[in-house]
């Protein structure tokens, strides 16, 4: 961070400072993709292909971030390419998410372990279809516009552009991030509102995304609201999980009681959550904070 020693007050850096930050910050979300997409390739491991959708979608952010140094058809085919890599890897995650929390409530041996065969055979081919898209995915190709909107990040093309201040365009979008969240928390405490709850969860991970990234160009700790908003993230994916594992039983067959009985787990599942939300609501309110 930066401090003046004397008055151990922070200093924001001058725009030159904070663009050279941008730089680094944007090339190294791209290099973490690049990486786990070598390892997804070698391990098809769980936490892998957890890691490497996270990077996904902090990329797509840093992306829509720095849009103001990005030519408009970079940009989109960028977010295009990045989206689908995103959506390959979501199948597999639920997957394993859903062995996971079936293995640990299913109390009925034989169910269990049919319910596991099934969805272990469909990963297999899930899996199979990573792998083909990953090598598809034409890093290479990519490369140059990611190289292209670094270039692009100096002071002249900042103001050629757009002619704003960097660290107001950071803390309008900070706002703007802010607000869906502000708007979504009192709808999504209630049972049927179940489209508000996906919004929320989305919109929660958008501001968090954006708080990491410039955390880093500005060397701000906002440590406590991550936490926080992780804590809601938490909540809010678990609810939505139970959501994807209901897809996945309509998906294949299972015998009318069996469907019921998994059925039974979501909902019983579902009341426990929204009244873990309805208490980080109320413990732990979602306030605005962002410092420059």
């Known amino acids: 961070m930066a401090v003046n020693k004397e008055s151990n007050k922070y200093v924001i850096p001058d725009s030159a400072v904070l663009l050279d930050r941008s730089r680094g910050v944007f090339f190294l979300q791209w290099e973490e993709l690049l990486r786990l997409r070598r390892t997804v390739l070698k391990t098809s491991h769980h936490d892998d292909i957890h890691d490497l959708r996270v990077a996904t979608r902090r990329f797509r952010a840093a992306v829509e971030l720095f ?8 940009k989109i085919e960028l977010k295009k390419q990045i ?30 372990k049919k319910l596991c065969q099934t969805l272990s055979g469909k990963r297999t081919g899930e899996v199979r279809s990573i792998q083909k898209k990953l090598i598809q995915f034409d890093s290479d190709n990519l490369d140059k516009p990611v190289r292209e909107i670094i270039a692009g990040m100096d002071e002249k093309e900042l103001s ?39 919004n929320l969860r989305i919109a929660i991970k958008k501001w968090r ?10 060397e701000r700790d906002y440590s406590c609201l991550l936490e926080q908003l992780k804590e809601y993230q938490s909540v809010l994916g678990k609810m939505n999980d139970l959501y994807e594992f209901d897809t996945l039983i309509d998906e294949n067959e299972f015998p009318d009681d069996e469907r019921k009985h998994f059925r039974e787990i979501l909902a019983a599942e579902n009341v426990i959550l929204l009244d873990q939300l309805i208490e980080l609501k109320r413990t732990k309110p979602l306030t605005y904070t962002f410092l420059i």
């Open 83 to 112: 989206r689908k890599l995103t959506r390959a890897l979501g199948d597999v995650r639920n997957i394993d998410e859903a062995l996971l929390f079936f293995s640990e409530r299913i109390k009925d041996d034989g169910i269990r």
């Open 67 to 74: 849009y103001p140094f990005a030519p408009k058809g970079i």
């Open 160 to 198: 050629t552009r757009n002619r704003f201040s960097y660290l107001a365009y950071f803390s309008n979008t900070s706002i703007k991030l802010y607000l869906p969240i502000h708007q979504l928390l009192s709808t999504a405490l209630t049972p049927e509102n179940i489209v508000s709850r996906h």
């Open 209 to 218: 995304y954006f708080l990491e990234i410039v955390s880093m160009i500005l």
